[in-house]
């Protein structure tokens, strides 16, 4: 069952994807060599509270975090750790579901640990932001489902990486995880009509090898099968009669 949001509703999300953002900003400047991942997830734990912000990942099963931190071959769902330390050139993806007044917003965001390690993982990287606004572009009410995935798929394919499998984006509202699940693979033209309304957290994972993943033995954090670099970025995005409206985004920003 896909929630229809009415206009209060995605007002909400809105408020709650802005103050995120504003997170994520700061975010930047916390992402430094010798910083081990938990204490990154303490700092944003901070930043939530200071915002009256509730984690949805905390307590999310057993998860006992307020972020995913993956590092490297890490895909997703990295638990913070005092042991990770970051070290220079680390590729370092952050992911964070937080609500506001009820509402929830979920983003993330890759982060080079000092300085970029080569002009090939740079352009690695910026395909994920194309791919994700490839899919966003692709948000219009008329639109099917299967147009969102397919145009992802393309963006990361034609480059000559991986695309992710096991794990995809998803609808988003009162809770974290809403129907309907979004593919970053699939057929255009294909699946649910797309109408005003709708939210979706799309998100993007793509690797430098294959797109083959094993989750580790902690149960959560997800890693590539060859050990190839990875990269994963997110937004909540709503669809309007006009078009896309990007609710994590703060506008002149990115």
Do not use: S, T
């Given at each position: 069952m896909v929630t229809i949001k009415n206009k209060l509703a995605i007002e909400k999300m809105f408020t709650a994807g802005q103050y995120l953002a504003e997170i994520f900003v700061d975010l930047k400047s916390q992402i430094q060599a010798g910083k081990s991942t938990l204490q990154l997830d303490q700092w944003f734990e901070e930043q939530l509270v200071k915002k009256k912000m509730v984690s949805k990942c905390k307590g999310y099963g057993s998860y006992k975090h307020v972020s995913c931190i993956s590092v490297n071959d890490e895909v997703v769902h990295g638990v913070p750790r005092s042991t990770k330390i970051l070290k220079k050139g680390d590729l370092v993806k952050v992911d964070v579901c937080a609500s506001y007044d009820g509402?929830?917003?979920?983003?993330?965001?890759?982060y080079f640990v000092d300085f970029c390690p080569s002009d090939s993982v740079a352009s690695f990287v910026e395909v994920a932001k194309n791919a994700l606004d490839k899919g966003i572009d692709e948000m219009c009410p008329g639109k099917k489902l299967g147009d969102i995935s397919h145009?992802?798929?393309?963006?990361?394919?034609?480059?000559?990486?991986?695309?992710?499998?096991?794990?995809?984006?998803?609808?988003?509202?009162?809770?974290?995880?809403?129907?309907?699940?979004?593919?970053?693979?699939?057929?255009?033209?294909t699946g649910l009509g797309l109408i005003p309304g709708m939210v979706f957290a799309l998100e993007p994972m793509l690797t430098m090898g294959s797109y083959k993943v094993y989750v580790d033995n902690d149960g959560w954090t997800a890693r590539t099968m060859d050990r190839s670099l990875a990269a994963h970025i997110e937004d909540t995005v709503a669809i309007t009669t006009t078009g896309p409206k990007i609710l994590t985004r703060l506008e002149g920003l990115e």
């Open positions: 509402y929830c917003a979920d983003m993330a965001r890759c145009a992802i798929q393309v963006e990361i394919e034609k480059n000559g990486y991986g695309v992710v499998r096991d794990f995809a984006g998803h609808g988003i509202g009162k809770q974290m995880h809403e129907d309907p699940e979004v593919l970053n693979y699939g057929k255009a033209g």
